[in-house]
């Protein structure tokens, strides 16, 4: 049986294929610049795991809790902010080059959502009476029918029972 590795070395008509491109990035290509511009928009609303991972690159979370001796599982739990694990965080804040408030603050943090769910703003232009509120959707500003708001209240009689108010629910039997 032939390994998975030296099958990635040739194409299926045994040419052997250029090695892959070096693992070190330098931000130049168009594909790097849009990564770095969805990580620094996107950085608030990710969870610290991947926040640490992208920091550890080429490293990888796993690789670098067995170098400290703990499970995989137990950084996960700690980025998770299930457990604490204070002297973790300090070893992390070490490795990473930061403070452990600054881990404390990753891992504790309320997320912000992220950009495909926030509504975005109105355009600058944006005037509310644009919005059809009081039509129920009618495309115009006018509303017609019983749909429309009165906008004058006619002048109610002595005689006459109060009316209803219109926040009310009532039930005639």
């Known amino acids: 049986m032939e390994s998975v590795s030296s099958a990635f070395d040739r194409d299926p008509g045994g040419v052997p294929l250029p090695p892959p491109p070096s693992r070190d990035r330098d931000g130049l290509s168009a594909l790097e610049r849009k990564a770095l511009f969805r990580v620094h928009t996107e950085l608030p609303a990710m969870p610290a795991s991947l926040v640490v991972q992208i920091l550890l690159w080429p490293e990888k979370i796993t690789d670098w809790a067995r170098d400290e001796n703990v499970t995989p599982a137990l950084v996960y739990n700690m980025l998770g902010g299930f457990k604490p ?16 408030a600054a881990v404390d603050h990753l891992i504790d943090a309320r997320r912000q959502q992220p950009s495909t769910r926030r509504i975005p703003e109105p355009p600058p232009d944006f005037v509310p009476d644009d919005v059809a509120l009081g039509t129920r959707g009618t495309p115009t500003n006018s509303a017609t029918g019983h749909d429309a708001i009165p906008t004058e209240q006619p002048a109610e009689r002595d ?13 005639e039997l």
């Open 159 to 171: 005689d006459a029972p109060p009316r209803p108010d219109k926040t009310q629910i009532t039930f």
């Open 85 to 100: 694990y204070h002297a973790l965080r300090e070893r992390l804040a070490q490795r990473l080059g930061v403070t452990k």
